[in-house]
């Protein structure tokens, strides 16, 4: 069954945030910057975080830096992230949630060997979908 995980969006200090957030929690930080994509990044955003995740026995966190859109406000911060076990489950998924909402990435294939999209449901709510 899918499972869904937070995902926090930052304006710039994702490292610090989740280095801060290891402290208090303790477990295995790892993180992928912007240039190691093949997204076209400005320069200076270059070094900002991509992706990163947070893990402990009782704690998955993920979070990235917002660097294309810099719309990150309180309030818009947090995306529900699930992690589905099949592509008919993701499709299912997907589709279902954004009826009614608003695409603002079509499930594809990604880079990291993923399926994934993004959307924001009829009640303002942000998901990312995956599957390995």
């Known amino acids: 069954m899918a499972q869904i995980k937070a995902y926090l969006t930052f304006g710039g200090n994702c490292l610090e945030a989740m280095n801060f957030y290891q402290q208090c929690f303790g477990g295995d930080f790892d993180c992928m910057t912007y240039e190691n994509s093949p997204m076209q990044i400005p320069d200076e955003a270059k070094s900002k975080i991509m992706h990163s995740r947070l893990v402990s026995d009782t704690l998955e966190l993920m979070a ?10 309180c309030g818009n911060m947090v995306t529900l992230n699930v992690n589905c076990n099949s592509k008919d489950e993701i499709k299912r998924i997907f589709k279902v949630l954004a009826q009614g909402g608003r695409v603002t990435m079509p499930l594809q294939d990604t880079f990291w060997g993923a399926k994934f999209g993004m959307l924001t449901d009829k009640y303002g709510i942000k998901w990312m979908l995956n599957c390995d």
């Open 64 to 73: 990235a830096d917002d660097v294309q859109h810099k719309s990150v406000r």
